[in-house]
C-alpha cells in the first residue's frame, strides 16, 4: 500500500526558495503518479503541480508555473517540489497524494482517484 510522508517545510522571506520531498514507500509508488497539493487557513485545498509515474510529464497550477518545478527519482522513492520565488500568498500547508489510478493530467492537477496522503507540511512566506 502506498505511504507517503512529507518533509522540508519551513519559513521563508518572500523572494526565497524551499524544496519540499515526499517519501514513498510500498509497491506501488512508482507505479503510481504523485501530485502536490496545497491548503491555506480557510481556503479549499488546491492542486499545485504532478506528475506521472514514469516522472516524463509533468503539470502545474497556473499560479505557480515558471515558479515551482516537480520531479521524481525513483531510486530514492522521493518526489520534489522545487519552490522559487516565493510569495505570500504560497503560504499554506503542502500535502503529497497519489496512487496507481491517480491520472496526472496535463490540463490540470485533479483530486481524482487519490488513494493516500502524507500528513503535510507547512509553509510560511513572510517578511
Known amino acids: 500500500q502506498l505511504q507517503l510522508v512529507e518533509s522540508g517545510g519551513g519559513k521563508v522571506q518572500p523572494g526565497g526558495s524551499l524544496r519540499l520531498s515526499c517519501a514513498g514507500s510500498g509497491y506501488d509508488f512508482d507505479y503510481s503518479a504523485i501530485g502536490w497539493f496545497r491548503q491555506a487557513p480557510g481556503k479549499e485545498r488546491e492542486g499545485v503541480a504532478c506528475?506521472?509515474?514514469?516522472?516524463?510529464?509533468?503539470t502545474y497550477a497556473d499560479s505557480v508555473k515558471g515558479r515551482f518545478s516537480i520531479s521524481r527519482d525513483h531510486s530514492r522513492k522521493t518526489i520534489y517540489l522545487q519552490m522559487n520565488n516565493l510569495k505570500p500568498g504560497d503560504t499554506a500547508t503542502y500535502y503529497c497524494a497519489g496512487g496507481l489510478l491517480y491520472y496526472c493530467s496535463e490540463y490540470a492537477v485533479g483530486f481524482d482517484n487519490l488513494a493516500s496522503w502524507g500528513q503535510g507540511t507547512p509553509v510560511t512566506v513572510s517578511s
Open positions: 506528475i506521472t509515474s514514469s516522472g516524463g510529464s509533468t
